[in-house]
């Protein structure tokens, strides 16, 4: 029998309950295909600064690079903003990011049918949203050099890099590429070249990658632009390619027309190792602890691992449709609430999901 090695960072906030859930729906799932998970906890952002003093500790980091796959729930809490940026729950994930070289985010925004009246956009515009924003993810702004403080002027004075080389351009091209191939086709290259040099390097090094693949249609867009058209017209998009920060922000923006970003799920990949599978909503501080979170983002993510990760594509398309199925029978958490359907607690969705598979 095939047997997995996962890692699960459960980190803070509404962490624990919605990876609490994904245990159980993990191992129901596995016993279903016939295929052995075992899945290995490790502390990870908060909860690891308070133990360790380091959010992202070596064991840990050591652990999910030994792994075929790492599940994250979330990290972060307001209580931890006034601590030197290093040790901050987000300064984690980015090293654990970086140290297992994720270079690609990717991050799929699909309506899910019964929810198209849930966003709070019309039913018109969000109806046939299907869309995947691919983030490069160790480079640009995040991690540019120098970076840091000015304390001898007059004035505080703070400074960031946004840099990019063309071979972290090229490899998140060719991944955009992959992806469209399975797709549309279609590339539409997101930057702000009207200003910026690093974006007109961006610019340059996605049309000469993309050229060499006569299937792909690739055009190009300013990150202000995007933003408007996200709203107006999200459904001409297909594959959005677009830098670290510029996704961060458009990837945010897009989850809403989902109707929650309770709803998106991601994976962070690189060309081999271990992806790490994560909910692109945050920790949620304000609701953590009172079982009223939405866990379809880290389930459909747990979907992904077992899809990507794990080439586990039955059990995947299983785990999809037991959502899709619970939420068609009109059970939803607070965030999806319409007026219309039964609230259901985290842990109750859960369940309704569990017994649907
Ligand atoms: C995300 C998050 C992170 C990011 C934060 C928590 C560091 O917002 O995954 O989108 O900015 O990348
Ligand atoms: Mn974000």
């Not at 995040?142 to 840091?148: C, E, I, L, N, V």
Request: glycine share 6%; proline share 4%; hydrophobic share 40%.
């Amino acid at each position: 029998m095939q047997k997995y090695k996962i890692v699960l960072l459960s980190g803070d906030g509404i962490g624990p309950e919605i990876s609490e859930i994904s245990k159980k729906i993990l191992k129901k799932i596995s016993k279903k295909h016939n295929f052995e998970i075992e899945i290995i906890e490790k502390l990870f952002g908060g909860i690891a600064y308070e133990k360790y003093r380091n959010p992202a500790p070596e064991e840990t980091i050591d652990q999910c690079k030994k792994s075929d796959a790492v599940l994250l729930a979330c990290v972060g809490d307001p209580k931890y903003d006034s601590l030197e940026r290093e040790l901050r729950p987000e300064s984690g994930l980015l090293k654990l990011r970086s140290s297992l070289n994720l270079f690609a985010n990717i991050r799929p925004v699909k309506i899910r049918k019964s929810l198209v009246d849930s966003s709070t956009l019309k039913k018109e515009i969000v109806e046939n949203v299907d869309l995947i924003v691919v983030r490069e993810l160790i480079s640009g702004i995040y991690f540019g050099k120098p970076r840091g403080n000015i304390t001898n002027t007059k004035i505080p004075k703070a400074f960031n890099t946004m840099v990019y080389d063309s071979s972290e351009i090229e490899r998140i091209t060719e991944i955009a590429i992959k992806i469209a191939n399975q797709r549309n086709k279609r590339i539409c290259s997101v930057d702000k070249s009207n200003v910026l040099e690093v974006s007109q390097l961006w610019r340059d090094t996605v049309l000469k990658v993309t050229s060499k693949d006569k299937n792909i249609c690739l055009s190009n867009m300013y990150v202000d632009n995007a933003a408007m058209q996200l709203i107006k017209d999200p459904v001409q998009f297909d594959v959005i390619l677009t830098s670290n920060l510029f996704g961060d922000i458009l990837s945010d923006l897009a989850a809403m027309l989902t109707g929650s970003i309770g709803m998106l799920p991601s994976a962070s990949l690189n060309n081999n190792g271990p992806g790490v599978f994560e909910p692109v909503h945050g920790s949620a501080p304000d609701i953590a602890g009172k079982n009223i979170a939405n866990p379809i983002a880290m389930l459909l993510s747990a979907s992904m691992m077992l899809k990507i990760g794990l080439n586990e594509n039955e059990a995947a398309k299983s785990l999809e449709n037991a959502v899709d199925r619970v939420l068609s029978k009109g059970f939803r958490t607070a965030d999806l609430n319409d007026g219309s359907s039964e609230v259901l607690s985290c842990s109750e969705i859960g369940n309704k999901i569990l017994d649907e598979i």
